[in-house]
């Protein structure tokens, strides 16, 4: 994926609620985190443009979202939810090849907008890109302790600027290459350092892959 332009596979999620990322897999498939089901739910494309406020955005249409089975809102674990598009997204004939990797040491390149209901139109709030190298979850468990559960990784604690901000969640991670994981909760904003919780694709490739293969 390197030298790829990383935004041709990214929708911004909008809502009458909450704003969320989603990351094309598959031409008919975007993948987000389940606390992403959310009302009056809108797919927006921004094109090549890493500034909404270029480019007005292209609704896509979408027929159905699915939900892992056993997620729960009173939980983040197995957060994470499918979209299948009314028809293939042809504007790209390639997407984010999901983990075949558990644990190691990988750079990540995390990917998101500024999280503000007013952003469109607005030039300050282009594509953040944030390049961190992902390594074992020991100093996450110690910060977090019971909070970081199986099938979770975590970036953070690191240096960053002192703006306050928020960032669009259910961002993914794209470590070695490969979509690794998708943002579920943070204690902060990544921008300014803070600790920021992932869950990891590993181990549910292959819920992914069923989805996709049968709806």
Not at 78 to 87: A, C, E, H, T, Y
Not at 179 to 206: A, H, K, M, R
């Amino acid at each position: 994926m390197e030298g790829l332009n990383h935004h041709l596979y990214l929708f911004y999620l909008d809502s009458s609620y909450q704003s969320c990322v989603g990351t094309l897999i598959a031409p008919q498939w975007v993948l987000t985190a389940a606390h992403c089901f959310l009302p009056d739910l809108q797919i927006i494309f921004y094109g090549s443009s890493i500034n909404p406020g270029d480019f007005t955005g292209e609704i896509v249409p979408h027929e159905r979202v699915i939900i892992h089975p056993n997620f729960t809102v009173t939980s983040p674990k197995d957060d994470l939810m499918l979209i299948k598009l009314s028809l293939p997204f042809t504007f790209s004939t390639r997407s984010f090849r999901l983990s075949t990797l558990k644990n190691g040491v990988k750079d990540c390149l995390i990917l998101t907008w500024l999280d503000n209901k007013d952003f469109i139109g607005n030039s300050n709030y282009k594509l953040r890109r944030v390049g961190i190298q992902l390594r074992s979850n020991i100093n996450c468990k110690k910060i977090l302790g019971e909070k970081l559960l199986e099938d979770m990784f975590c970036i953070g604690p690191t240096l960053g600027s002192q703006e306050p901000c928020k960032v669009v969640t259910a961002a993914p991670a794209i470590c070695g290459g490969e979509l690794q994981g998708i943002l579920s909760w943070e204690t902060g904003c990544i921008l300014t350092g803070y600790t920021v919780v992932f869950t990891d694709l590993y181990n549910y490739v292959p819920w992914i892959k069923n989805i996709m293969s049968t709806k």
